[in-house]
């Protein structure tokens, strides 16, 4: 099946614990976005990638880390930089820019 | 100010009523739009995609555009309780900017 795969669904860590959380996608995607979702809250952008080996720091970028090293994968590592790392994390794929885009089923980060 | 600005509600509509979903956004290079929805604790889903000016419809969806005054609509027509979600518009300009959501209920 094509799409987009984010692993684990749920994720724990003790607080200054660097964590890395998982996206692959078979679309064939040229683009892909990490969001961050709180309660009440809308997306908000970490980090986008246009093409690989290159990515753009979005709104929220600090405490956060991301590698484009090959065409499906975007990993996203919440360092302990990061003061309020709890909140549920999406990954995101598109064509290009001005595409639409497909989003995994997310991540729910809790630390403790 | 954010790029695409969305009124967070919630709103609450009883089963059957139209439920109308409204942003506005700042960049008027802005061509294409698109609406989410997003039931809890899920990824959002592409609900549409619309370019440029005027209506799309979809079923019991209907997506408007006003770029003259840089807003952009969501019609819900027949509202059902599976309507229940969380509703986002966004630009795919090249960061792909969202707005805040509206969470809408739709009562049986």
């Known amino acids: 099946d094509g799409g987009i795969t984010q692993s684990p669904k749920y994720l724990f860590r003790k607080e200054g614990q660097n964590v890395t959380l998982s996206c692959e996608q078979n679309?064939?995607?040229?683009?892909m976005y990490w969001y961050r979702q709180d309660p009440g809250q809308g997306l908000r952008l970490i980090y986008y990638s246009q093409i690989v080996n290159d990515f753009q720091k979005g709104d929220i970028a600090e405490g956060y880390s991301v590698s484009r090293e090959k065409k499906e994968s975007f990993p996203l590592t919440v360092t302990s930089a990061q003061k309020n790392p709890t909140a549920f994390y999406l990954c995101?794929?598109?064509?290009?820019?001005?595409?639409?885009?497909?989003f995994g089923q997310g991540t729910r980060l809790t630390v403790v | 100010q954010k790029e695409v600005e969305q009124d967070p509600g919630p709103l609450s509509v009883p089963e059957g009523a139209i439920v109308s979903l409204n942003c506005t956004y700042s960049n008027s290079a802005f061509q294409y739009f698109m609406w989410y929805r997003q039931y809890s604790r899920k990824g959002p889903e592409l609900l549409m995609y619309?370019?440029?000016?005027g209506n799309k419809e979809d079923g019991r969806f209907t997506a408007q555009v006003d770029k003259s005054s840089k807003y952009i609509s969501l019609f819900i027509r027949d509202s059902q309780p599976s309507d229940s979600a969380t509703y986002l518009c966004a630009s795919p300009d090249y960061k792909l900017s969202f707005g805040a959501g509206t969470t809408v209920t739709v009562r049986a």
């Open positions: 619309t370019y440029s000016s």
């Open positions: 995101a794929s598109s064509i290009g820019a001005e595409s639409e885009a497909f």
């Open positions: 679309l064939n995607h040229d683009a």
